[in-house]
């Protein structure tokens, strides 16, 4: 049987996507009251390993993998730029076959895309994108849980994207074609997304409407969501901040939404940047439901590349 890598979420399709939302609901649920801890009655991943290697800062992602592969039944290793080979000039065609023998799934976290498709190129297990410059396919799957949990139906939902088109918007934006809701993308010019993703979203039944104007893009819609406007290692961090301002997320702003939009972000948020603490601590924001989501979407994921969700 084939590798099944997970990069972006087109590795998966759809109704992949869809059994991995239905699957971490049920996951999630059945885990009511439970210690974070504690497996999962069926451990399906017992016995298996997952490495993850971080050449880039991490959080949630460092985090809900850890934990998802635990409630799974697995374990998790942690490598980094720092102390390992990887970062002193180790291939990384030769980290992959290493790897492929030593464990049982590879996710990545690095900054050029082309870095984990040759990792995948390589390995003889699955290789799950944990963020790249590109995409970051795990927080999509998590951000459609979220939206689904808090009475969203995908198919014809307007989402309204304001800041950077970055990689986060990336992915949203392939979701968006594979579930056929509609983005309003508000950005300013020079920043937006690759227009690639566009069209992809466009090909699979998705309006794709590119603005200058914050309230046109947040005019009526069910999802308001940003990100930071100003990704890790990124240069020019002043002229790129000024340009960014009209785009903050503020009340007036949700209050061109519908009444019961909901607003994601990723984290982490520089709250008074790209969103007031208003809208961030609001009733609306469901940011840390969509937090806490990266493990309930992950383990899904996982399960996906292992044979054991979905087609």
Not at 63 to 86: E, N, P, V
Not at 119 to 133: K, Q
Not at 202 to 223: K, P, Y
Request: with cysteine; hydrophobic share 45%; glycine share 8%.
């Amino acid at each position: 049987m084939a590798v099944k890598h997970f990069l972006d979420l087109s590795d998966a399709g759809g109704d992949a996507i869809a059994a991995m939302l239905a699957d971490a609901q049920d996951r999630k649920a059945a885990r009511k009251d439970w210690p974070k801890g504690r497996v999962d009655a069926d451990a399906p991943l017992s016995g298996h390993v997952l490495a993850m290697i971080f050449e880039k800062n991490s959080t949630r992602t460092r985090a809900s993998f850890d934990i998802a592969m635990r409630q799974l039944g697995g374990s998790a290793l942690i490598l980094d730029s720092g102390t390992s080979q990887l970062g002193r000039g180790e291939s990384i065609a030769d980290t992959a076959r290493v790897l492929s023998r030593m464990v049982d799934a590879i996710m990545i976290r690095t900054d050029d895309h082309a870095k984990a498709e040759e990792l995948a190129h390589h390995a003889s297990v699955p290789v799950i994108n944990g963020l790249t410059d590109r995409s970051h396919p795990c927080q999509i799957v998590a951000d459609l849980l979220t939206m689904v949990e808090h009475g969203k139906a995908l198919p014809g939902l307007e989402l309204a994207w304001l800041g950077d088109g970055n990689n986060v918007l990336h992915s949203i934006l392939e979701a968006a074609g594979l579930f056929k809701f509609n983005v309003r993308v508000g950005v300013p010019q020079g920043y937006e997304p690759e227009s690639e993703f566009v069209e992809m979203a466009r090909r699979g039944g998705s309006t794709v409407t590119l603005t200058q104007d914050a309230g046109e893009a947040a005019r009526g819609a069910d999802i308001i969501v940003t990100d930071t406007w100003v990704s890790m290692g990124q240069q020019h961090a002043h002229n790129k901040l000024a340009a960014m301002a009209p785009f903050q997320v503020g009340a007036s702003l949700m209050e061109q939404a519908k009444p019961d939009a909901k607003f994601l972000h990723c984290l982490p948020a520089h709250v008074g940047d790209e969103v007031t603490e208003a809208v961030f601590e609001g009733p609306q924001s469901v940011v840390f439901d969509e937090a806490e989501n990266r493990i309930h979407a992950q383990k899904s994921i996982l399960l996906w590349c292992h044979g054991l969700l979905g087609t």
